[in-house]
């Protein structure tokens, strides 16, 4: 199993360019999420789903799109990229129930690193 | 506001020296998650407390849940240059998990 695989691992944009992060899970997963981390704020929820055709807003949605059209990929879309993106990006999956604090464990991705201009 | 504080936000020690990682809050939680973080690596899940009072030990490291499950510690016995890494709790609420902004830990050989 790879796990939880994202790409790029570093993208630099420019502001108002679009882009989008990858993120891939080969655990059949129902759950994946996307957090931002910031110096000195921990992980910030973006978005996330329960499971294929369903998502959902977190903590900071704005200037962020999802959509799970699988249950592996579930991508994340900068419509028009700003400075105040600049940030690390994790996704994240695990097996409901999530956050029922038997053990079920969230398994994180490596990685993008975002530099806006 | 965070909702769930660590601290210290950073600590530098000596190997060999022990350490306790506080992460507190004013609301209690349905379990407590620990995980570790290395550079350019995504968080890795240490252990989870789930009842008020528990107590988990994984090694050197030891894990405890508040009786009343709005705190929880963790306490590094003998320190090895291998424990650095960044700390970061989570609790759970509503079937959210709150995030703690972390705590940077590095031992010196």
């Known amino acids: 199993n790879a796990g939880v695989t994202q790409t790029p691992k570093f993208q630099v944009l420019k502001t108002g360019q679009s882009m989008t992060l990858q993120c891939a899970q080969d655990?059949?997963?129902?759950?994946m999420s996307w957090y931002r981390q910031d110096p000195g704020m921990g992980l910030r929820l973006i978005h996330y789903?329960?499971?294929?055709?369903?998502?959902d807003q977190g903590e900071v949605p704005n200037g962020y799109n999802v959509s799970r059209s699988t249950t592996e990929d579930f991508p994340l879309r900068l419509l028009s990229a700003a400075p105040s993106q600049t940030s690390v990006y994790f996704c994240?999956?695990?097996?409901?129930?999530?956050?029922?604090?038997?053990?079920?464990?969230?398994?994180f991705g490596p990685g993008t690193r975002l530099l806006v201009l | 506001t965070q909702l769930l504080e660590q601290s210290p936000q950073f600590l530098s020690i000596q190997e060999g020296e022990n350490l306790t990682v506080y992460c507190n809050s004013s609301?209690?939680?349905?379990?407590l998650q620990w995980y570790r973080q290395e550079p350019g690596e995504g968080p890795v899940l240490l252990v989870t407390?789930?009842?008020g009072g528990e107590v988990k030990k994984l090694k050197r490291l030891t894990f405890q849940f508040g009786d009343a499950r709005k705190d929880s510690s963790l306490h590094i016995t003998a320190a090895q240059p291998g424990d650095t890494g960044l700390y970061l709790c989570?609790?759970?609420?509503?079937?959210?998990?709150?995030w703690g902004a972390g705590t940077k830990l590095i031992i010196k050989p």
């Open positions: 994240a999956s695990s097996q409901p129930p999530a956050y029922t604090g038997d053990q079920e464990t969230q398994y």
């Open positions: 655990m059949n997963h129902e759950y």
């Open positions: 789903s329960v499971g294929a055709g369903i998502t």
């Open positions: 609301s209690v939680f349905s379990s």
């Open positions: 407390v789930v009842t």
């Open positions: 989570a609790g759970v609420l509503n079937y959210q998990l709150i």
